[in-house]
């Protein structure tokens, strides 16, 4: 969470005065488990599960000669990180759905692995080579942010919303809750 606002508060000094104000850059502190990052239309969670995880025996990490020497080095903690329009809280609209595009796995030893949706800092594969710090978390996050930008939104297929009830029309309409 440290290296989150950190980063957020030099990303919001570097933008300061560059773009429209209107286009957000906000950390925000959700408790201990969570955090998020607003920026521009994208809301990023970062959430914390409180278990400890296993692997199953098809996953890439029990072919690592970190995990192959100690078994108890696959047993991680896991960070999930979420994509979001951040008008879909804004508004209540909670039919919207957002995409994990990332899972940052932490074992007992500090030791780390990255799955996701344009990560391309540490890999499966990699498993126990690096100990997580502040530029790898610099690294995570900024893929992640890459992603996050870069992701179109997408509508929903005509045939799947061509005919609505008025009650779901009127509701949608007194809550501004389309789906998007």
């Given at each position: 969470k440290e290296t989150l606002l950190e980063m957020a508060s030099e990303m919001d000094d570097e933008l300061d005065g560059k773009l429209d104000r209107r286009v957000r850059l906000e950390y925000r502190d959700r408790g201990k488990?969570?955090?998020?990052?607003?920026?521009?239309?994208d809301l990023l969670i970062f959430?914390?599960?409180?278990?400890?995880?296993?692997?199953?025996?098809?996953?890439p990490i029990?072919?690592?000669?970190?995990?192959?020497?100690?078994r108890e080095n696959s047993y991680c903690g896991v960070v999930n990180i979420y994509n979001f329009l951040s008008d879909s809280f804004k508004f209540n609209r909670n039919?919207?759905?957002?995409?994990?595009?990332?899972?940052?796995?932490?074992?007992?030893d500090r030791r780390y692995f990255v799955e996701g949706k344009g990560q391309t800092t540490l890999r499966a594969a990699d498993f126990g080579k690096d100990e997580?710090?502040?530029?790898?978390?610099?690294a995570i996050l900024e893929s992640a942010i890459?992603?996050?930008?870069?992701?179109?939104?997408?509508?929903?297929?005509y045939e799947e919303n061509k005919r609505v009830t008025v009650d779901q029309f009127n509701t949608k309409m007194d809550n501004s809750k389309f789906v998007t």
């Open positions: 488990f969570e955090a998020q990052l607003q920026i521009a239309n959430q914390m599960h409180t278990d400890v995880f296993e692997f199953d025996d098809a996953h029990w072919k690592t000669p970190y995990v192959q020497a100690d039919a919207d759905e957002g995409y994990l595009i990332g899972r940052l796995f932490i074992n007992r997580i710090d502040h530029d790898a978390l610099i890459a992603f996050s930008l870069d992701f179109d939104l997408l509508l929903p297929p």
